[in-house]
């Protein structure tokens, strides 16, 4: 049974290797691990925020003495000691926790440093507001966007890194933008499969 949520710092800057997650890996399997020790890893991978997961979050970790069976294990690349993490990162974290809790019981969010003699994740990470933002759901904002299917263009929205179709497009057109349409030309002798050319 998870019942906490463990956050750590890699305690390295982010952008040094291409995937720290793998280098993260590669150092815990030199040390004995059976495999990265840490549920998530958050970073950025070519200038884009990702969630990669390590271990299945039912299996027990090893990143926190006393927290590695009941705790989920979520590595934020980065050394908090020193830069502080941005906004869209707090929101990003964030977002990874509610996700954990629509799947597990969570009764407490905590930083390393909650449940062990160490600094990890750092001074500068601010473990309240992150808890402020996970009960708020604050995280939760739309950006208009636009959704071209085969040159129709439909109002859509993003909302936690995902797009989403805005009020008022109707199904039936959704449908007809995605249908295959096959037209015979009887002067080539050609079937034209049209794809969203159902108009
Ligand atoms: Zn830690």
Redesign the pocket.
Known sequence: MKRYIVI??SATPDGTVHRDFDSLRRGHLSRGFRDIGYHWVIEYVDGVLAAIPGRAEWESGA??IGRNVDGIGV?VIGNFEYEYPSEGLYRFVADLCRQIMTRHTIVEIGG?RDYDA?K??GKNFDLTYLRKLIREGSYVEKAPCSIDIGGKIFPGYLKGGRSYFGDGVAVVDVVRAITPIATWNEKNLTVKIDLGGNK
């Open positions: 750590h710092h990143h926190c590595c390393h160490t990890c994740p």
